[in-house]
């Protein structure tokens, strides 16, 4: 019954090694986010794509980058990952279609990054 | 930047016994929300109250909206040590943008 389902869970990779997160939906849903959450602290949009549009927050770093190649599927991509990057990367999805009656946000699980 | 704060941080309470849940925003909105995460777990939606609206209800949970104060609170009732986790008040000022407030970890001591 998973909606947004994130791969892996637990990531670790070496400082300054691209690595890409996954996020996956079963709701149709036309607007996917990344939000990066550090401990203790509120969950930060990163960017989200409304369809195919992607929408760049100001203050996220050059690199992250992010992929939606259809509906479903969302990657995160992290070209260089350094300490700072280490969070809970989190997926959520919401939909905006005519009349929607729903338009909250439904997370993943997240996925949570340590860079070694 | 972030659009909410939450106040107190923290919160322990024992179980039974009410909690209350403040969030201030700064700029007009749409609508506010309000999630909750367990520990390392992703968030999960409990109740949405729009800018129009002044007082929502679902279950245990109440949550008023205050526009003037840009102000929002979040009453959980009868609390139980399963309401234990992590508050956050998400505002949605441009559409389909949802900003985080810092959260609230209360703990339901049994």
């Known amino acids: 019954d998973a909606m947004v389902i994130q791969n892996p869970r637990y990531q670790v990779t070496q400082f300054g090694k691209p690595v890409t997160l996954s996020c996956s939906q079963t709701l149709n849903h036309n607007v996917m986010y990344w939000y990066q959450q ?22 996220t770093p050059d690199n992250f980058q992010s992929r939606r190649p259809n509906t479903s599927f969302c990657f995160l991509d992290i070209r260089s990952p350094g300490l700072g990057d280490a ?30 | 930047s972030q659009q909410g704060e939450e106040d107190p ?19 007009s909105i749409n609508n506010l929300q309000w999630y909750r995460q367990n520990s390392g777990r992703g968030l999960v939606h409990l109740i ?52 985080f407030g810092t959260g609230t970890r209360l703990k339901v001591l049994a």
């Not at chain 1, 905006?96 to 946000?105: D, F, I, K, L, N």
């Open chain 1, 38 to 59: 550090k401990s203790s602290q509120a969950p930060k949009l990163l960017f989200h794509y409304y369809d195919k549009d992607f929408n760049n927050e100001a203050d």
């Open chain 1, 87 to 116: 969070a809970m990367y989190l997926c959520a999805t919401s939909s905006r279609a005519m009349g929607a009656r729903r338009t909250e946000a439904f997370f993943g699980q997240g996925t949570r990054l340590t860079v070694v």
């Open chain 2, 9 to 27: 941080q923290a919160l322990s309470i024992q179980e039974g016994e009410n909690a209350t849940m403040n969030c201030s925003y700064k700029t």
């Open chain 2, 48 to 99: 949405l109250i729009r800018s129009n609206e002044r007082e929502k209800h679902s279950g245990r949970l109440r949550v008023t909206l205050d526009t003037s104060k840009k102000s929002s609170s979040l009453l959980i009732t009868a609390s139980r040590a399963a309401d234990t986790a992590s508050y956050f008040c998400a505002t949605e000022s441009t559409p389909y943008k949802y900003i």
